[in-house]
C-alpha cells in the first residue's frame, strides 16, 4: 500500500488526526501552526519525522506533500484549498470549506482545473448508528424518503474556565460563528443516508442569550438555529446548525412512507426501526430496537478513533481516494453545496424565515449569480471586518463583564 505523505495545516484543530493518519499508512511530513504551544505538542507526538512552519507559504512548497488537512479557522479554508489545488495537492477540508457565497465558486473552479482531489472532511456520517441508517435507507424497507432530522446539540458549560484553545482573541470566529454556519454534523449525515440534496432552504431563530455574567464572549445570541430545506428529491429536512440547549446529543431520524429509522437519545448508539402493521418487511418485527456492530476489515481500528469511529474511516476514505483515483464520497460541490446551505440559512434567519434557494455550482448561472458575493459576519485573519450581522437582534453584544471574563482567560 502507498504510503501517502500529507501536511496538516492547523494542529490545533488537525492534530486529534494524526493517530488515524499513520495508521492507515500516511506519513506526516509538514506541520503548519502559528500558536507555539500547539506547534510544541506536534513536535512530541511527530519528532523529526516532519518540518514544522508557521506560515502557509512555506509550508505549501514542502517538497513531496501530496496532500493537506485543512485544519485552520473556520471561515478561512477556501483560500489555502485553492493555492493546494492549483498546485495539484490534495485537500481534506476539515469543516464547511467557503466562508462566502464567492468563495464557494472560486472553489469549484479551482477544483475543476486541478489534477487534485477535493474531499471534505465530514466524520459523523461514518459513525455507527449513521452507517446503519444509510444501509436501511440503501436496503428500501423505509419506502420513498419523504422525511429527516439532524440535531447536533453540544450545549457546553458556559462559566467553565478551560477554554482549550477555543479562542485566541475577542474576534475569533466562535464569536461570530451564526448558529446556522456550524451545520455538517447534522446535515451531512441525513444528506448521506438519503441521497437527498437542499434545493431551498428557511430558518428561524432561537434567541437566548448565555447569562451575563458568563465566561463567553458571543456577539450570537441565538442559542440555535432551527433549519428547513426543500431537496432536490421533493423530500424535507429539518435540523440544527450547533445547538446549545440542554441535553446534549446527536440525533438523527428517517422517515419514509413504510416505516422509520432513529438513533435513540442518551442511549450510546441504539438503533430504533418502526413499521406500519401493513408494511412490516419479512424478518422484522413493527419495532426494533438493537445495537448494530461493526462489519468492517478495520473494525478493531475504527472502534479506538475518535467521533464513533468516523474520524478513521473519514481519513481512509480521502487516503482511498487518492490510491484508488476514484471520486471522493464529499466532493467538492457536495461541500459547497453544505456551505451554501450554512450562508443562506444565516441569512433567512436574519430575515426570521425567508426562503432561499440553493445553488448548484456546477451551473455556470448559478456561478455567475454568487461569485461576488462575499457577505460575511465573521473577522478575518488578513484583516476584513464583518459586512453583516451575525444575530438576529441587531443590538444584541457581550456583557461587559463577558469580555472581561474572555480576555482574562485568554491571556492565561
Known sequence: ????????????????????????????????????????????????????????????????MEAVLLANYFPEHAPYAIRCLEKGIHVLSECIPNGTMAEGVALVEAAEKSSAKYMLLENYPFMLFNQEMKKVCDGGSLGKILYAEGEYNHAGNVYSEDLNGLYDSLKHWRHYVGRTYYLTHSLAPIAYATGALPVRVTAMPVYCPAPSDCNRASYVGERAAIITTLNDDKSVFKFTGCATFGGSDNSYRICGDKGTIENVRGSEGKIMLRYNDWTVPEGKEKTNYYMPEWDDKDAELIKKAGHGGGDFCIIREFFDCIRQDKKPVFDVYFATRLSSVAILAHRSLLEFGVPYDIPDFRNKA???????????????????????????????????????????????
Not at 492547523?10 to 486529534?16: A, E, L, S, T
Not at 507526538?45 to 514542502?62: C, M, P, Q, R, V
Not at 438576529?392 to 491571556?411: A, F, G, M, R, W
Open 366 to 412: 448559478d456561478r455567475d449569480k454568487w461569485k461576488e458575493d462575499t457577505l460575511s459576519p465573521f473577522y478575518y485573519s488578513d484583516g476584513r471586518e464583518p459586512s453583516m450581522p451575525c444575530c438576529s437582534n441587531p443590538d444584541y453584544k457581550p456583557s461587559n463583564q463577558q469580555i472581561d471574563n474572555v480576555k482574562k482567560l485568554i491571556e492565561k
Open 1 to 64: 500500500m502507498k504510503n501517502i505523505k500529507i501536511g496538516i495545516f492547523g494542529y490545533n484543530r488537525g492534530g486529534h488526526l494524526a493517530d488515524n493518519i499513520l495508521a492507515l499508512n500516511g506519513d506526516i511530513v509538514a506541520v503548519c501552526e502559528k500558536n507555539e504551544k500547539y506547534l510544541n505538542l506536534a513536535k512530541e507526538k511527530l519528532g523529526d519525522t516532519a518540518t514544522y512552519y508557521k506560515d502557509f507559504d512555506s509550508f505549501i512548497e514542502h517538497s513531496g
